[in-house]
């Protein structure tokens, strides 16, 4: 499912980084950063991603200034259980809440969602938020850290942080032009340290669909940005759209995973994940450099390996999905 | 956030039932029924639900003959971590997928976000699942039923099923009329085997704001249709209505979760609950009630405690969240 734009715009962001991600090279882009520790002052990490969640949602109104019976609703997700981080932010917010899980799409689902409301003249306002948490996606998906388990290479390191967006149909200078709902798809692969295996040809299937959709070469855009592939995963979406499609994204492909840490000084692997890596980015840095101009059309691709732990002990292989929005300055 | 439409029908539903729902009052209604066990042939009660869900899907699509490149989407969420059975069930089919989670309240979520899209003619044919298991849920919030654990009477029981329902811009003898997004609602209770009282307000707010939003009285409508408050819950929520909203809807008033089994027979304390089971109720006997025209307006509202045991074993109470949906017989 494709669809285009005329009325959908960004007025604004907010976002939150921990730890990890302000010592990364992104950090003097993103509006807050917790350095002390992972608590953020709260007695347990997923109390920590609620208040994360929930200051990035009403630092984001009050600096739009927009007061919330003005805004229609607020699409959020996140990696805990029952989405649990957004449940309990929403619990402060007197505004109409959508819980949507897409594993890492999360941002880009919550967009499509809300761009489809604007375009269609549902809503005007919409609020599109995330959040992960390192450790409770540790504890949650894998192994108590204090366990010391051993990671290879190919593995990612899930951010902590949070990031909202208000999308509308007033005028700004940044707009919402496309947009592409992704498909699942199992490559059949279980290794649960290997996400962007997994996730590379769900990316590939969402960027060759939204090309071709809209009749477009991989270099309509300055910049193509999965979500969270890290380095592997990154070198396998290129060959494979290379192989699959014979489509060439090298000379104007990124990844969030990998932009978001400084892979050489920090402890992460193949790079970032978790639904705030991309939205950090995104919303952040890219945001910005839009914003000056410096980038003018930019596809912005978060990707979910859709893991369930519960499946994998039952012998199953990971499921992926992509969700793909077009963004662009207004001229 | 309440939107009124004009271009919004119901295409099909298909519903399917367990072993409970079979023995229930309204099983002559459901499409099909599994009466042998609870692992409708599979190695796991995981895999059993992602076996209802993907039936219900395949056979809706089979039974509208329409074909998958002229569904737009798929909206579908279910009970499981990380919505564990619409990604798994998900795989079967080559169409773009939303996942989406407000519990109990899924069916009426997804039925929103495919009315808006058609509303706006962002969509032309949007299909919406869910789904639910009896022992998937007991294992994964509760304890193992082998534990035999006692309940309190408020206690409700999960349904076993799946329910998918096709909207369409295409005119057809029942109409999506209007819709209401709900809002995060949380009084403070801890008592998980209270999930009624826990989703009452959220239901109140809900149904209150839909009317007012709209200018109409409860007598609007036919039929006033809560998920599964149970029978508890559904008296809470009269009172409460009563008290604080000063508005009286016990005369055109039910509960899904009453309607659902026969509680003098059945084991199922207050009520059925689970995404599963208020979309069973609507989209096999509602949907059949309409197109006979002998209901003709009935606003139904699923309820979703947003319960996550995390939260819970660290000291937190129950969120609760409702959305409501209008649908009419198109004279």
Redesign the interface.
């Known amino acids: ?1 494709t ?1 285009t734009y005329k009325n959908v715009y960004i007025k604004d962001t907010f976002t939150i980084g921990g730890l990890y991600e302000s010592e990364g090279p992104l950090a003097s882009y993103i509006d807050k950063l917790y350095k002390k520790d992972l608590y953020m002052g709260e ?2 990490f ?2 920590a991603e609620i208040k994360l969640l929930t200051e990035a949602i009403s630092k984001l109104i009050k600096k739009t200034n927009i007061s919330n019976d003005s805004i ?2 607020i699409i959020s ?1 996140d990696l ?5 981080a957004s ?2 932010a ?2 402060n ?11 890492c799409s999360i941002s880009s ?1 919550g967009m ?2 809300a761009s ?2 604007i ?5 005007k306002n919409c609020i599109v938020a995330t959040s992960s948490h390192n450790l409770v996606s540790e504890k949650q998906f894998r192994n108590p850290t204090e366990y010391g388990a051993p990671k290879p290479k190919t593995a990612t390191f899930t951010s902590t942080g949070s990031a909202s967006i208000m999308l509308t149909n007033e005028k700004t200078n940044i707009k919402i032009e496309s947009s ?5 798809i ?1 490559m059949g692969i279980k290794d649960v340290n290997n996400m962007g295996a997994i996730m590379a040809p769900a990316a590939a299937d969402t960027i060759y669909r939204h090309l071709q959709n809209l009749n477009r070469n991989p270099l309509y855009y300055d910049l193509i940005l999965t979500g969270d592939l890290g380095l592997y995963g990154k070198d396998i979406l290129i060959k494979y759209m290379k192989k699959q499609y014979k489509m060439d994204i090298s000379k104007n492909y990124n990844d969030c995973g990998v932009m978001l840490y400084d892979r050489e000084k920090q402890p992460v692997f193949a790079g970032g994940s978790g639904p705030v890596c991309s939205a950090l980015v995104n919303f952040a840095y890219i945001y910005k450099k839009m914003l000056n101009k410096e980038i003018k059309r930019v596809l912005i691709v978060p990707t979910g390996a ?6 994998v002990f ?1 012998k ?1 292989t990971v ?1 992926a ?1 992509s969700h793909a929005i077009g963004l662009e300055v207004v001229e």
């Open positions: 499912m669809n007695k347990s997923e109390k229609d609703v997700g805990q259980n029952q989405i649990a449940d309990y929403m619990r917010f007197d505004i109409p809440f959508l819980g949507i899980f897409n594993a689902e499509i969602i489809n409301f375009e269609g003249k549902m809503a592409t709902i992704g498909r699942v199992d859709i893991f369930s732990p519960t499946m039952q199953e499921p999905i």
